[in-house]
C-alpha cells in the first residue's frame, strides 16, 4: 500500500504527460450565481456538473498522499468585501477510491459549493473568483481551472470583447486559402521523426554517460551497498532494481515542464527553437560544456544540493530513501551527464517533435544509465568483468568536449540562419568542424594533452582505431567546402547550413538551385503562367529534417527533374524572424479567443500552415492547383526518394486531369 501511495504522483505526472497531445477533456461544467441575503451580504453559488464515472474531491486535504483538493480563490478583495466563513461543500460519506486506494471525500454528478461575502465598497459590482480541482476516473487524473464573473445585481457579466481592428480583419482572411479537394484527400496524420529512434539516441546518450569519471566508479559502490547492507539477497536484488527505476523516473519527470510549454501553443516549441537569443545561448553554454570536459574548470550544482540529498536518503529510508539515493546520483553526476542532457535539450526542441521527442530521448537516456545497477545486481560476478577505473575515463571526457564544440556550431548556425547574418556560410561551418576534427584527432595521438590527462605511455587500440575514424571524417567533410557536385554531404543533411547559403555565387536562394518563390502570391502568379502545379513547401531555416529532404531526397536525380521541370516551388519558411512591414503587421485571432501578434515571416506562414493544414510541423507539403484545390494527400518526411516520387507523379497526373 505504502509503496504506490510513494508512485502516485509520479502516475499522475506521467498520466498528464501522455496525454499533453491527446483531445481536450472536460469533465466538469461549472454554473454559477449570487443570491442576495442583505444590501451588504451575498452569497455566491457554484454548481459543478460532473460527467458519469468522473469524480472530483473534497476542499479538505485527505491523510497520507491522496487526491488534490479543490481550492476556491476570491480576488480583488481587500477594501471591496470580505469572506463570511469558509465555502461550504456538499456534506457526503468518505467513499473508497480505486486511484488513492484510500477513503476520500468525492462528488458526483452534481457538487454545489458556497461563498457568503459581505461589501465594503458599495460601487463594486463585479466579483471575480476561479476554482483549481483535480478531477479523475478510474483510470486517469487531469486538473482543471474555471474563471467566474458575478454581477451582484444579476445583470450578465460579458467576456471582455477582443477588438481586432479591420485592417487585421482583412489580412486575417487573406491567410484562409479556402482549400478544396479534402473530401478527395483526406488529411495525412503527420508521424514526426520516429519516437523510437529518439529513444535510442537517448539511450546512447545514457550509455556514454555511463562511461563518464562521475558515473563509472558508482556502480561498483552502489551494487555492493544494495547487496551487502540487505538482510537477504532477495531485497537487496529488489532495492537495486527500485534505485534504477527511480534514476529511470527522475529524467523522464525532467521532461514535464515542456509538455505544460507545448500545450500552451502549438507553436511554442518551434518558436523556442528559432529563438535566436535562446540558440546564442545554448552555443555559449556548449563552449562552456566542451572546456569543463576539457578539463579547465569544473561545472557543478550546488554541493549543498547534493549533501541535503544524501542526508535525507540517509534518515528517511526505505522507498524513499532509495528515491533521495537517486536523485543525489543525478544531481553529483551533473557536471558529466549535464553536457550530455543539453544535448539532448538542444536536439529535441529543435526537431518537430518537440516535448514528446524529448520526453522519449530522456526515457532512453534514463534507462540506460539505470541498466547497470539492476543487472549488476542480479548477476554479482559480472562486476569482475568490469575495467578498472583509469585515465581511459578522462580521455572519453576530453572526446565529448570536441563533440560539444562542434554541436555547439549548430545553434550559432540556426541563429544565423534566421536572422540572415552570413557569419556561418555552409563552407565556414563545415572548415569549423574539419578544424574541430584534427584537433580531436592530434588528441587521440597523443599530440595534445589537457589538464587532467594522465602521462601517455603508448597509444592503445581504442585510441588509435577512434583516431583513424576521425582522419576518414575529415577527409569526408572535405569535399564540403568546394563549389563541386561532391559538396552534397548526404550523411550530414540537416547540420551544415542548406547548400544554397553559400559562400559561392549560386543561381538562386533556393534548395539545390531549383526553381522556387518564397512569396505566395508571386508563386501562384509563376503557376498560372507556367500552368504548372503547386508544391507549397512548408519548413523553415532551422529543420533539420527540412535539410535531409532537399540533400537527401530532392536531390536525387528523378526527383529533382521532376520538381524542376514539373512544379513550381513555393518555400514558406515558418521560422524566418524577418520583420513584415509595417503595414503588412496585424493581430490575428485564434478560435480559442487568444490573439496572436503577425509580426514577421514566419509568423505570418506559420499561421497560414495552421489555418489551412491544422498542422504546424515541418517539413510539410501540399500539392494544389492555382485555385488552391488539393491534387493529392498532404505529404510530410519522407526519406523514401522513390516513395515521394511516386507521391510527385500522382499530384501531377491529376493536375492534368
Not at 473568483?129 to 483535480?134: E, I, K, M, P, T
Not at 544524501?310 to 528515491?323: E, L, P, R, T, V
Not at 514558406?572 to 478560435?591: G, I, M, T, W
Not at 505529404?635 to 510527385?648: G, I, T
Request: net charge negative; hydrophobic share 45%; aromatic share 14%.
Amino acid at each position: 500500500m505504502i509503496f504506490k501511495r510513494v508512485f502516485l504522483y509520479c502516475f499522475l505526472a506521467l498520466s498528464f504527460l501522455f496525454n499533453t497531445h491527446s483531445q481536450e477533456l472536460e469533465p466538469v461544467k461549472w454554473d454559477s450565481k449570487v443570491v442576495k441575503i442583505s444590501d451588504t451580504e451575498y452569497e455566491l453559488i457554484f454548481t459543478a456538473n460532473i460527467e458519469e464515472g468522473w469524480y472530483m474531491y473534497s476542499q479538505i486535504e485527505s491523510e497520507g498522499i491522496g487526491p488534490l483538493p479543490i481550492y476556491f480563490e476570491y480576488k480583488e478583495q481587500e477594501e471591496n468585501y470580505k469572506l463570511i466563513g469558509k465555502t461550504t461543500e456538499p456534506d457526503v460519506k468518505p467513499k473508497f477510491d480505486k486511484v488513492f486506494e484510500m477513503d476520500v471525500k468525492k462528488f458526483d454528478k452534481r457538487a454545489q459549493f458556497k461563498q457568503r461575502i459581505s461589501i465594503i465598497n458599495s460601487s463594486y459590482n463585479i466579483i471575480e473568483a476561479s476554482v483549481n480541482f483535480q478531477v479523475c476516473d478510474d483510470a486517469k487524473c487531469i486538473m482543471q481551472d474555471k474563471t467566474f464573473n458575478l454581477s451582484l445585481d444579476g445583470s450578465v457579466v460579458e467576456k471582455k470583447e477582443i477588438i481586432i481592428d479591420e485592417v487585421s480583419k482583412k489580412l486575417s482572411e487573406e491567410l484562409n486559402l479556402n482549400v478544396t479537394g479534402w473530401d478527395k484527400y483526406e488529411k495525412q496524420t503527420i508521424e514526426e521523426q520516429s519516437n523510437f529512434s529518439i529513444f535510442l539516441l537517448g539511450f546512447l546518450g545514457g550509455l556514454i554517460a555511463l562511461l563518464t569519471p562521475c558515473v563509472f566508479p558508482m556502480i561498483p559502490l552502489t551494487v555492493s551497498f544494495f547487496t551487502k547492507s540487505a538482510s537477504d539477497s532477495k531485497k537487496g536484488l529488489f532495492n537495486s532494481i527500485l534505485y534504477g527505476f527511480f534514476i529511470f523516473l527522475i529524467y523522464v519527470l525532467l521532461s514535464i515542464p515542456f509538455h505544460l510549454l507545448d500545450s500552451l501553443d502549438p507553436g511554442i516549441l518551434n518558436n523556442i527553437s528559432t529563438n535566436v537569443t535562446l540558440n546564442i545561448i545554448f552555443f555559449i553554454i556548449f563552449i562552456a560544456f566542451a572546456f569543463s570536459f576539457f578539463g579547465y574548470f569544473e561545472l557543478t550544482l550546488p554541493q549543498s544540493w547534493s549533501a541535503a540529498m544524501d542526508s535525507k536518503a540517509n534518515k528517511i529510508g526505505g522507498f524513499i530513501g532509495i528515491f533521495f539515493m537517486a536523485l543525489t546520483l543525478a544531481i553529483v553526476s551533473f557536471s558529466c551527464t549535464g553536457p550530455i542532457l543539453g544535448t539532448l535539450l538542444g536536439s529535441s526542441l529543435t526537431a518537430d517533435g518537440g516535448a514528446m521527442q524529448l520526453t522519449m530521448g530522456m526515457s532512453g537516456f534514463g534507462l540506460a544509465l539505470a541498466l547497470p545497477f539492476t543487472l549488476f545486481a542480479m548477476f554479482p560476478k559480472w562486476l569482475n568483468s568490469l575495467p578498472k577505473s583509469g585515465g581511459w575515463l578522462n580521455t572519453v571526457k576530453v572526446v565529448l568536449g570536441f563533440i560539444e564544440l562542434a554541436l555547439a556550431l549548430k545553434f550559432l548556425s540556426n541563429a544565423d540562419l534566421v536572422e540572415h547574418w552570413g557569419l556561418l556560410k555552409r563552407e565556414v561551418f563545415i572548415a569549423l568542424w574539419i578544424i574541430i576534427g584534427i584537433g580531436l584527432a592530434l588528441y587521440l595521438f597523443g599530440k595534445i594533452k589537457f589538464p587532467h590527462d594522465s602521462p601517455l605511455q603508448k597509444l592503445s587500440k581504442g585510441r588509435i582505431t577512434s583516431g583513424i575514424f576521425v582522419i576518414a571524417f575529415i577527409i569526408y567533410l572535405i569535399p564540403g567546402v568546394t563549389n563541386t557536385k561532391y559538396a552534397n554531404l548526404k550523411l550530414l543533411s540537416g547540420f551544415p547550413p542548406p547548400m544554397f547559403y553559400s559562400l559561392y555565387d549560386k543561381a538562386s536562394e533556393c534548395p539545390l538551385d531549383l526553381n522556387c518563390s518564397k512569396d505566395l502570391e508571386e508563386g501562384i502568379a509563376m503557376a498560372k503562367l507556367e500552368n504548372k502545379p503547386i508544391l507549397l513547401d512548408f519548413t523553415g531555416w532551422a529543420c533539420v529534417n527540412c535539410r535531409k529532404m532537399e540533400e537527401q531526397v530532392w536531390s536525387t536525380s528523378e526527383v529533382y527533374d521532376m520538381l524542376q521541370e514539373k512544379y513550381i516551388i513555393i518555400s514558406l519558411y515558418v521560422d524566418d524572424k524577418k520583420e513584415l512591414p509595417e503595414a503588412e503587421r496585424f493581430q490575428y485571432l485564434r478560435s480559442n479567443g487568444t490573439v496572436k501578434d503577425i509580426e514577421t515571416i514566419g509568423d505570418k506562414w506559420g499561421t497560414l500552415q495552421t489555418i489551412n493544414f491544422q498542422n504546424n510541423s515541418q517539413p510539410y507539403y501540399v500539392i494544389v492547383d492555382h485555385d488552391m484545390e488539393l491534387l493529392n494527400v498532404t505529404n510530410a518526411y519522407e526519406p523514401n526518394a522513390e516513395a515521394y516520387l511516386e507521391w510527385l507523379k500522382t499530384g501531377l497526373e491529376n493536375f492534368k486531369k
